[in-house]
């Protein structure tokens, strides 16, 4: 019995880490919002894709999908290929928030697959919150 209880209690607390952030009241004057980060590495085969390229990119792709608007930072990163070398280079975080009812997961992969064919990139980093917010 003893064992059984440690066990479920074990598992207890090993879900309840696994659990990601749930907000279930936003404080008075915010309201709950969902927030997508979509974070893009610039550096290709071709050398580094430049602010014509982006801007394009943002015309073309993403202000159709976003039209709402949303906010873009300059960043610098690095990551581990396959062969274990480290590719250190500049990027862009493109943050979106928008109504919580909303599903914006249709816009948000035709800017990623829009992004890889463009510029033959592997990948574009997705990440998805629950946020309080006011506008």
């Given at each position: 019995?003893?064992?059984?209880?440690?066990?479920?209690?074990?598992?207890?607390?090993f879900i309840s880490a696994c659990q990601s952030k749930i907000i279930n009241d936003c404080p008075d004057g915010l309201t709950k919002f969902s927030k997508v980060s979509l974070y893009f590495g610039?550096?290709?085969?071709?050398?580094?894709?430049?602010?014509?390229?982006?801007?394009?990119?943002l015309d073309e792709i993403v202000t159709p999908?976003?039209?709402e608007g949303m906010t873009i930072h300059d960043t610098?990163?690095?990551?581990?290929?396959?062969?274990?070398?480290?590719?250190k280079?500049?990027?862009k975080v493109i943050v979106h928030i928008y109504d919580i009812n909303e599903d914006k997961s249709e816009n948000i992969k035709a800017i990623i697959n829009g992004f890889k064919?463009?510029?033959?990139?592997q990948s574009?980093?997705?990440?998805?919150?629950?946020?309080c917010g006011s506008f």
């Open positions: 019995m003893r064992k059984i209880f440690i066990l479920l209690m074990s598992m207890l607390i610039t550096s290709t085969n071709e050398g580094i894709i430049t602010n014509e390229e982006w801007s394009n990119f999908n976003f039209p610098y990163g690095q990551w581990k290929r396959p062969d274990g070398g480290i590719v280079e500049p990027g064919e463009r510029f033959k990139a574009v980093i997705w990440e998805a919150d629950i946020i």
